[in-house]
Each structure stands twice: as structure tokens, then as C-alpha cells.
């Protein structure tokens, strides 16, 4: 099955869809029994690069410093899915701010909108968005009343592989979920975006040398969670094996009869777990 590229489209809806309401000035509060949220439209300078647009999703109110947790969202490529953009998580991001934390979930782009070219080009993109990203954890971690020290991140699909980038290098994420991503950046790139003879993969894969997510998961020990479907058309069992092999303390969650999106028992397993991992449970 070919997954192709399409613009993002992110409509105001998602916003109504977990209770909330878009002012003009892009700000919308969803009223809970835990506390009220608000949710932010943002957009973040980025050096060198184009800006990120996000949503901020946080606690209504002052905060103390570092009483607040921190979680940034990366979310899936899947077309023509609605939610292959920050959307996904949104109704995540106000569970977890009903709790004590601050959310932020970008909209990624690579390889959302960008084209994939089979050559060095295609890391310079990973390396691009992986500095989006980082920019994205630093704004996150700006908000007032964020302990650095209790920050995660949570991703699925290709927001899963830079997920891990994120995690592995900064070492105040306490927690990384993994949700459906590939071992390495090479293997979706050459199935399902570019065309290559199957002699020049070897050579492609390693031009990601130190980039491919299953070599960067190690760190968390564990404290990072891998979710799995069993009928993921695009995961095989050779992929979550490695993923065992490189990180044996890993929390391990296979769905049965599940596919790529995952599914509401997914939702229901990581979302305590997060807290817990955060210490808002």
C-alpha cells in the first residue's frame, strides 16, 4: 500500500471536538473537573527554517515554578486521515493539562509536505525537522511553571522516529511513547516514497548513520513505552523485535487484531502511564 503526500488541513473543528472554542485572538478554554484548560493557536520562529504552527494546551491560571509537567505531541502521516497533523493529540494534550501539564503539538512537515528524493537531501530534511522539533521542546519548556525535569514525548508513525531523536538527546525527558514507527528512516522512504533499485538501499540506509530511531531508544531504559499493532500493514515482527532487542527494560504493549492508527485500548493504556511516568497520577 503506497502512502503519498498531501497538504495538511487543519480545521477549527478539532478545537470544538474536545469541548473547546476558538476566540479570535486563537485561544480557546475547555472548562473540566480537574481545572480549566486552555488551548493556544502558536506560532514558533524557527533559526534558518520556516516557523511552526502549534497548539499550546495548558492549565488556565499563574503556575509555581516546576509544578507543572510537559509533554510535546508528533503526530502521524497517514493520507487522506484527518488527523495526520497536530490534531491527533489534541484531546490527549487536554486530558494530560487537566491533570498538571503543559502540552505542545506541532505540525510537522517532513515528510508531510516535503518531497522525499532517495539521496543526501533526505537527511538534511530529517536533520530539518529534528531542529523544528527541538525549537518546539525549548518553547515547551519556556511555559511558565514547567519542571524540565518531568517533560515526554509522544509520538506515532514518523512522529514516533523523531520522537526518539528528541528523547535521546535531551536528557530531561523523563518518558518517550513510541507508537508505530519504523526502525529506520531508509526502509519507509524506499517503499513508499521514492524509486530505487533494491542494490542502492545498503547504500541509501547508510547515509542515516546515528539518525534511525531504533538506535536512539536506548537511553529510557524503562521508561520508554512501545505500542504495537498486530495487523500493522506497515510494521512487521522483525521491526518490533528490534526495537526489543535495542531496549530489553521497554514497556511493550501488542494489540491484537490492530492496525497502524492503533485503537482506544491503546489511548486507555498510555495515558495513565504517561501520568504516572510525570507524576501527576
Known amino acids: 500500500m503506497k502512502r503519498s503526500l498531501v497538504t495538511l488541513s487543519l480545521v477549527a473543528a478539532c478545537l470544538a471536538a474536545v469541548g473547546a472554542s476558538a476566540s479570535a485572538a486563537g485561544i480557546g478554554h475547555h472548562a473540566t473537573t480537574h481545572r480549566t484548560v486552555i488551548v493556544q493557536d502558536i506560532s514558533i520562529p524557527v533559526p534558518g527554517g520556516a516557523p511552526v504552527d502549534a497548539w499550546l494546551v495548558r492549565?488556565?491560571?499563574?503556575?509555581?515554578?516546576?509544578?507543572?509537567?510537559?509533554?510535546?505531541?508528533?503526530?502521524?502521516?497517514?493520507?487522506p486521515a484527518s488527523t495526520q497533523n497536530r490534531s491527533e493529540f489534541l484531546d490527549e494534550a487536554v486530558t494530560v493539562a487537566e491533570h498538571g501539564a503543559v502540552a505542545i503539538l506541532p505540525d510537522l512537515t517532513f515528510p508531510?509536505?516535503?518531497?522525499?528524493?532517495?539521496?543526501?537531501?533526505?537527511?538534511?530534511?530529517?536533520?530539518?525537522?529534528?531542529?523544528?522539533?527541538?525549537?518546539?521542546?525549548?518553547?515547551?519548556?519556556?511555559?511558565?511553571?514547567?519542571?524540565?525535569?518531568?517533560?515526554?514525548v509522544v509520538g506515532h508513525d514518523y512522529g514516533a522516529m523523531y520522537g526518539s531523536l528528541l528523547a535521546a538527546s535531551e536528557?530531561?525527558?523523563?518518558?518517550?511513547?513510541?507508537?508505530?514507527?519504523?526502525?529506520?528512516?531508509?526502509?519507509?522512504?524506499?517503499?513508499?516514497?521514492?524509486?530505487?533499485?533494491?542494490?542502492?538501499?545498503?547504500?541509501y540506509n547508510a547515509l542515516f548513520k546515528g539518525l534511525d530511531p531504533v538506535d536512539n531508544v536506548a537511553r529510557l531504559r524503562s521508561h520508554l513505552y512501545l505500542q504495537w499493532g498486530d495487523a500493522d500493514p506497515f510494521i512487521a515482527q522483525d521491526v518490533r523485535d528490534a526495537f526489543s532487542a535495542a531496549n530489553p527494560q521497554a514497556k511493550v504493549s501488542v494489540y491484537q487484531g490492530v492496525d497502524h492508527f492503533l485503537d482506544q485500548s491503546a489511548k486507555d493504556d498510555r495515558i495513565p502511564w504517561l501520568l504516572g511516568q510525570l507524576g501527576l497520577g
Not at 114 to 125: E, K, L, M, Q
Not at 198 to 203: K, N
Open 171 to 203: 536528557p530531561n525527558i523523563r518518558a518517550e511513547v513510541y507508537m508505530s514507527g519504523d526502525a529506520t528512516w531508509s526502509n519507509w522512504f524506499f517503499n513508499y516514497f521514492v524509486d530505487l533499485p533494491p542494490a542502492a538501499l545498503s547504500a
Open 59 to 79: 492549565p488556565d491560571g499563574p503556575s509555581a515554578p516546576r509544578t507543572l509537567a510537559g509533554v510535546i505531541y508528533l503526530h502521524w502521516l497517514e493520507p
Open 112 to 152: 508531510w509536505t516535503g518531497t522525499v528524493n532517495g539521496d543526501r537531501r533526505d537527511v538534511d530534511a530529517v536533520k530539518a525537522q529534528e531542529r523544528a522539533i527541538r525549537v518546539t521542546y525549548e518553547k515547551l519548556l519556556a511555559q511558565p511553571g514547567v519542571d524540565p525535569t518531568r517533560t515526554a
